[in-house]
């Protein structure tokens, strides 16, 4: 369970001794402790919990690829993968720099920026943009 100041991103493996129905039911029990709903002794202005709206649209529910830090996460090929929208942009910006003999050093920056903050997604490619950060010395 990672929790990001009021999302919260879970993961669980499906087993016959336990479900993943049953982790969600655990997992939604603990959040209402921390948020619990209201009570009619409360303040009747105080609103409800974040975590009750939420479940009203539909956010609390099991995905076997969910989208969580620009990130796809793949549950059952346990795998990061990358968003459309980043692989076109990090394509484009080496179309760009491909065709150059000489770019600034703030543009080398940024295509190197942009490519390592790529790489947990890329499998295999651990160390490989050492030759490009090498290139700024």
């Known amino acids: 369970m990672e929790v990001f100041v ?45 975590s009750q709206s939420k479940v009203a649209k539909g956010d609390a529910s ?18 990061l993968q990358l968003k459309e ?4 942009k990090a394509l484009s910006l080496l179309g760009e720099v491909l065709d150059c003999k000489r770019i600034s050093l703030k543009r080398w920056q940024q295509v190197l920026g942009v490519f390592r903050s790529l790489q947990p997604g890329m499998s295999g490619s651990e160390g490989h943009f050492s030759l490009l950060q090498d290139a700024l010395i």
Request: charge should be positive; aromatic fraction near 8%; proline fraction near 7%.
């Open 85 to 88: 929208k980043r692989v076109s």
């Open 62 to 79: 099991w995905h076997t690829v969910k989208e969580a830090l620009g990130w796809n996460w793949g549950a059952t090929t346990k795998t």
């Open 6 to 50: 009021d999302d919260f991103v879970g993961m669980g493996q499906d087993h016959p001794s336990n479900p993943l129905t049953n982790q969600r039911a655990v997992l939604s029990h603990n959040i209402d402790k921390v948020f619990r709903p209201n009570r009619p002794t409360d303040n009747q202005w105080q609103k409800e919990p974040q």
